[in-house]
């Protein structure tokens, strides 16, 4: 796969990306190894925008990563994050998104990543004590050092990114968005388009979910999926609904059902007027090559229809802390 896509800021990356989270142990053991051959078969495949963040695995996930930097870095795009504090599995205790913290936490990430610049650095969550324009402009300061070179905000309003992209250009937002994951589409990712910044959604395939293929009555007990509203017991019942439509059209269209969500997202953001990069994460390579053939795929009206049906009957928040995502604060 050589597309590339334009996010804002004039930032390249692939046409797909790689959300790293899923190669730690946040729906169940990982074999290192494996994770970093995963990796590698991902930029084989032309995969080059890696997603991963400070609080993925206490910093593990960095280093994986950082293994796989030392080898490719110029054919990679990076991207990670800082905010949160605490894990995903045993649950975030505070965001900090102060001056101080930002500058400690760029350095510690630089440090695990063993790379001297990050492609594009994220606030992963919005410090409500904080105004939004203090904390971009401490991001903005670590471009001008060097260390980072374009700036991300995850999970915001609409009106925290005007705000932010008042005080610096803001190359991407990264949201949750996919097929049962809709509520960005009121205001995000409308002032996502206004003002020329790409989007990147994460848990495009509603965190395995619509790829038909997850229990959620038999998660494991460290699996992060338990703590989501949507994945309880009735409201998970109630989203095979969703499931099955999604099944259905790559019934129709000789796909997968995470071809079909991914597509479906493709055409979102052709729609709504944006640049809009999935990063899907798997812990199988083989999975790589199916999410990339859904750059190929082509929905018709009706099925885009009977997927917007579905996608309004979803049962459950996306979010245990609807607070820590835009929805809760729109």
Do not use: C
């Not at 994050?81 to 649950?91: C, E, H, I, N, T």
């Not at 760029?106 to 001297?116: C, I, K, Y």
Request: charged share 20%; hydrophobic share 45%; no cysteine.
């Amino acid at each position: 796969m050589a597309a590339t896509v334009r996010l804002g800021d004039g930032l390249d990356v692939s046409a797909l990306g790689f959300g790293g989270m899923a190669l730690t142990p946040v729906y169940g053991e990982v074999d290192p190894a494996d994770a970093l051959r995963t990796l590698h078969h991902a930029v084989d495949s032309g995969v080059s925008f890696i997603d991963t963040a400070d609080i993925y695995g206490g910093g593990s996930n960095e280093e994986l990563i950082a293994r796989l930097l030392k080898e490719r870095r110029d054919e990679v795009q990076l991207a990670t994050k800082f905010g949160l504090v605490g894990s995903p599995a045993d649950g975030y205790t505070d965001i900090r998104g102060d001056a101080g913290y930002i500058r400690q936490a760029v350095d510690r990430s630089l440090q695990r990543l063993g790379t001297e610049v990050i492609d594009l650095y994220y606030m992963h969550r919005r410090d409500l004590r904080v105004p939004i324009v203090e904390t971009v402009e401490a991001m903005a300061e670590l471009v001008q050092q060097g260390k980072v070179k374009h700036l991300g905000l995850s999970e915001v309003t609409a009106q925290e990114l005007e705000d932010a992209s008042a005080v610096h250009p803001i190359a991407a937002v990264q949201s949750e968005w996919s097929i049962w994951s809709r509520d960005v589409e009121r205001n995000v990712v409308p002032a996502a388009a206004a003002l020329g910044v790409g989007f990147v959604p994460y848990s495009p395939l509603g965190r395995g979910f619509l790829t038909g293929t997850v229990d959620a009555a038999n998660l494991g007990e460290k699996d992060f999926r338990r703590r989501i509203p949507r994945f309880a017991p009735d409201a998970a019942s109630a989203n095979q609904a969703v499931v099955a439509t999604v099944q259905s059209v790559a019934g129709e269209l000789e796909a997968t059902p995470a071809q079909v969500a991914l597509a479906w997202l493709l055409a979102q953001g052709r729609r709504l007027g944006l640049a809009v990069v999935p990063i899907p994460g798997t812990r199988k390579t083989h999975r790589i090559d199916e999410n990339l053939g859904a750059l190929s795929l082509e929905l018709t009206p009706a099925q885009l229809d009977a997927l917007a049906q579905a996608s309004d009957a979803v049962v459950g928040s996306r979010s245990a802390g609807p607070n820590w995502v835009s929805e809760g604060r729109e």
